[in-house]
């Protein structure tokens, strides 16, 4: 019977820090809380394997190896690829897992396609004002260097725009938690160009410092 606490402890070791390799908004701490929040959301769902869904959670961004385009499908491959899960895990098990990683990226065209996908695509969204803009202005600085302060702003508001407004790709998928909620506060801010510009200012010159 496997272990939980084994299987925690070898993400930890072997899988969290290769994220140590990809721009900030998806370092480590981003896996980490993907993880700690699709944890959190199991307790809703008593049927979910809580190793498939660690795991899945864990392995969900690491196809960003090979670029952000297909990192959800590359993710689902690397998932596939590795071994090392066949101690632990059963080949529909592995199946689901490299689901759930590819199924979690906002701008997917389909729902997830299981209650795995589900709640690791949930997790994934970080709806909290502040985290959404940092992430995305600190990959528009890293992949974009050479847009000057305003066109940093332009980008992402357009992205924000495109991701998190009203009729934007952004979909929830779980009930459970504060992300509906906290969606309809960002997208007030969105709504408000004063507060969305001081919301950026104050971000750009806190990443510069």
Same mark, same amino acid.
């Given at each position: 019977?496997?272990?939980?606490?084994?299987?925690?402890?070898?993400?930890?070791?072997?899988?969290?820090?290769?994220?140590?390799?990809?721009?900030? @908004?998806?370092?480590?701490?981003?896996?980490?809380?993907?993880?700690?929040?699709?944890?959190?959301?199991?307790?809703?769902?008593?049927?979910?394997?809580?190793?498939?869904?660690?795991?899945?959670?864990?392995?969900?961004?690491? @196809?960003?190896?090979?670029?952000?385009?297909?990192?959800?499908?590359?993710?689902?491959?690397?998932?596939h690829a590795d071994?090392?899960?066949?101690?632990?895990?059963?080949?529909?098990?592995?199946?689901?897992?490299?689901?759930?990683?590819?199924?979690?990226?906002?701008?997917?065209?389909?729902?997830?396609?299981?209650?795995?996908g589900r709640i690791?695509?949930?997790?994934?969204?970080?709806?909290?004002?502040?985290?959404?803009?940092?992430?995305?202005?600190?990959? @528009?600085?890293?992949?974009?260097?050479?847009?000057?302060?305003?066109?940093?702003?332009?980008?992402?508001?357009?992205?924000?725009?495109?991701?998190?407004?009203?009729?934007?790709?952004?979909?929830?998928?779980?009930?459970?938690?504060?992300?509906?909620?906290?969606?309809?506060?960002?997208?007030?801010?969105?709504?408000?160009?004063?507060?969305?510009?001081?919301?950026?200012e104050k971000t750009?010159?806190?990443?510069?410092?």
């Amino acid at each position: 019977m496997r272990n939980l606490d084994e299987i925690k402890t070898f993400l930890e070791q072997e899988i969290v820090p290769r994220y140590d390799n990809f721009d900030a @908004g998806h370092g480590r701490d981003h896996a980490e809380h993907v993880m700690a929040q699709a944890m959190n959301l199991a307790q809703f769902y008593p049927e979910v394997d809580l190793c498939i869904l660690l795991t899945a959670a864990a392995y969900h961004d690491l @196809g960003l190896i090979n670029g952000r385009e297909r990192h959800h499908i590359d993710s689902a491959a690397i998932v596939h690829a590795d071994k090392r899960l066949c101690q632990w895990f059963s080949d529909e098990e592995i199946n689901t897992i490299a689901d759930a990683a590819e199924d979690h990226r906002a701008s997917s065209d389909h729902e997830p396609r299981t209650i795995y996908g589900r709640i690791v695509a949930e997790a994934d969204r970080i709806i909290d004002s502040n985290t959404i803009v940092r992430r995305a202005l600190q990959y @528009g600085m890293s992949h974009y260097p050479g847009l000057d302060r305003e066109e940093q702003y332009l980008r992402l508001k357009e992205h924000m725009q495109e991701k998190y407004a009203e009729g934007g790709y952004l979909r929830l998928w779980i009930p459970h938690g504060d992300n509906a909620r906290r969606l309809a506060e960002f997208r007030s801010i969105l709504a408000d160009e004063a507060a969305f510009r001081q919301l950026f200012e104050k971000t750009y010159n806190t990443i510069n410092q």
